[in-house]
């Protein structure tokens, strides 16, 4: 038997693996994530809510299915936890209004992790309501990045990347409006993956903006990130996002490499605004990628940062400040500064206004369409800036509604609806990781996480760990 | 009466009318992001309605 201390960092495939050989013991494993939590958990502040009870007798349950043979799959008897949005027990959005609320039914997603035997081990820190940013004087302590605790995580699947990073959970969904998943994958170093749109049935996930929202795997690598999703994807009726059009996409779809693949890079849409030390490591993974013989090319999008981010952001303010126009009626002191000024703004935006926004999201999808008939995948860094040091308190709405806004490069695939992935790819000059996005055409995820994969193993950087926490 | 006052009357009124009050510490704030809510909505709208390049649409 493998010693479960040990495996903290391992990929959930490599545990599953022990796991259904019987090598390893899932009560044991489930012990050593649940000890390590309680020992920097107060450190970092990657759960809201520990399940130490119920995810033992998880375990012990798989353990004993598994030993007679039944075994459910590649989670079944691995430890991983959910962002706080997703209804399963004490369900707070990160939000002082439901700092009590206990949820009576099960996400879909967490119902069918369950069915395939992972052992559900925690609920996980998040932004206010998937959205304002978090400072230190929040109603919930802000999640900590374990490459330097004084700086954000990235949000708002805060505690899903702080998690995954410290090797807290072999595995977390966390969801991505405009970019929640990847942009903790890039800060913490770890994978980030945002399926097509209604992949991944969002019923009983408490929404930002519906037409926006995804839940997504956060993972250490991408094998374990298809993994995850393999296990939770499917059409849901009680999802009206949810796509009738679904995938299936298994281990066999990551091999084969790269050579003759087509990527495009948009450089008109990212460059203006990257960190230098950041583009620097992009190029170098772009250089790694030609030489594992992908083909690569500039390719101009023809959209600003700004015109992207402009329209998921009118999009993002209207369908939020519509669904909290009640608690703003009648609970407004339960919104943090931040979040409680962003949705007034949003109820500033006229329908108008929205419906102009839909229009443009729709050109920007053709327009990104069309970049797709001539490259497979499109490539870019996932974030053009560093992880900011946690602030003292809310930041003021004009850092957030501006002109200039900080360069997240993720909202292109929100908006446009396809697959894309953040791989880490290997750290800035001062230390901190950076993420390196790949999208793709609506419904190709297996090309996007072939791309993914194949830089990952010839890259190494997944093998990277925050020294802080051994 | 200047623009960002104009604009700090023009949020409260809307606000009122929605049944939401929003803290007069923070009315000035709300106002000071509000030309840039603006300029998003233009952004968002002149993209709508500019037409395709030539041989962009698919």
Redesign the interface.
């Known amino acids: 038997m493998t010693t479960a201390n040990q495996l903290h960092y391992a990929s959930l495939l490599a545990v599953s693996d022990q796991l259904r050989a019987r090598e390893l013991s899932p009560v044991e494993l489930t012990r050593a994530t649940l000890a390590r939590i309680e020992h920097l958990n107060p450190k970092l502040g990657a759960y809201y809510t520990v399940f130490a009870e119920s995810a033992m007798a998880e375990a012990r349950e798989a353990e004993t299915e598994i030993g007679d043979g039944r075994w459910r799959g590649p989670l079944h008897g691995v430890p991983i936890a959910f962002k706080d949005l997703y209804s399963l027990g004490p369900t707070t959005a990160g939000s002082k209004l439901l700092a009590d609320h206990v949820a009576t039914h099960e996400a879909a997603a967490v119902s069918r992790s369950r069915a395939a035997g992972a052992v559900i081990i925690g609920k996980l820190a998040t932004h206010e309501f998937a959205m304002a940013a978090a400072t230190l004087s929040d109603h919930f302590p802000p999640a900590r990045n374990p490459w330097d605790p004084d700086r954000t995580p990235g949000g708002s699947s805060t505690g899903a990347g702080v998690a995954v990073a410290a090797g807290l959970a072999f595995g977390a969904f966390g969801t991505d409006t405009g970019g929640s998943v990847r942009l903790p994958a890039a800060h913490c170093g770890v994978v980030g993956y945002k399926p097509t749109y209604g992949l991944i049935s969002l019923a009983g996930v408490i929404p930002l903006a519906p037409s926006l929202d995804h839940a997504g795997p956060l993972a250490r690598t991408v094998a374990d990130a298809t993994a995850m999703f393999a296990a939770v994807c499917g059409h849901d009726p009680d999802d009206p996002g949810s796509s009738d059009r679904q995938i299936a996409i298994g281990p066999k779809d990551l091999v084969g490499g790269i050579r003759g693949l087509r990527i495009g890079v948009p450089r008109d849409f990212w460059e203006p605004a990257c960190d230098p030390g950041i583009r620097a490591r992009f190029e170098a993974a772009l250089l790694r990628l030609e030489e594992m013989g992908a083909r690569v090319t500039d390719a101009p999008l ?2 600003t940062l ?2 992207v981010m ?2 998921g ?2 999009i993002t ?1 209207f369908e939020a400040g519509a669904y909290h ?1 009640p608690n ?2 009648s609970h ?1 002191e339960g919104f943090g ?1 931040e979040l ?2 962003a949705m ?2 949003g ?4 329908e108008a ?1 929205y419906r ?2 839909l ?2 999201r ?3 999808v ?2 990104v ?2 970049l797709l ?1 001539d490259h497979d995948v499109l490539a870019m860094p996932t974030i053009g800036v560093l992880a900011d040091p946690l602030p003292a308190g809310p930041r ?3 850092r ?4 200039s806004p900080a360069p997240q490069y993720t909202w292109l695939a929100n908006v446009h609806g396809g697959p894309a992935v953040s791989v880490p790819c290997g750290p800035a000059p001062e230390g901190l990781p950076v993420g390196l996005q790949l999208m793709g055409r609506s419904f190709d995820d297996a090309t996007v996480l072939r791309a993914a994969q194949a830089y990952e193993e010839a890259a190494g950087w997944g093998q990277m760990r925050p020294k802080l926490w051994p | 009466m200047d623009s960002t006052q104009e604009d700090e009357r023009a ?1 409260t009124t ?2 009122a009318e ?5 803290p007069q510490d ?1 009315v000035e ?2 106002a ?3 030309p ?2 603006l ?3 233009r ?3 002149e ?4 037409p ?2 030539p041989g ?3």
């Not at chain 2, 929605?18 to 929003?22: C, D, P, Y």
């Open positions: 023809g959209l700004l015109q402009a329209v952001y009118v303010l126009l703003l009626r407004p500064r409680g000024l007034r703004a109820l500033m935006v006229p206004a102009a926004a229009g443009a729709a050109r920007i053709r327009q369409d069309k008939e003021p709405l004009s957030r509604i501006t002109e | 949020l809307r606000l929605l049944g939401v009050s929003v923070q704030e709300l000071a992001a509000y840039a809510l300029a998003w909505m952004i968002a709208r993209l709508a309605d500019q395709m390049a962009a649409e698919t």
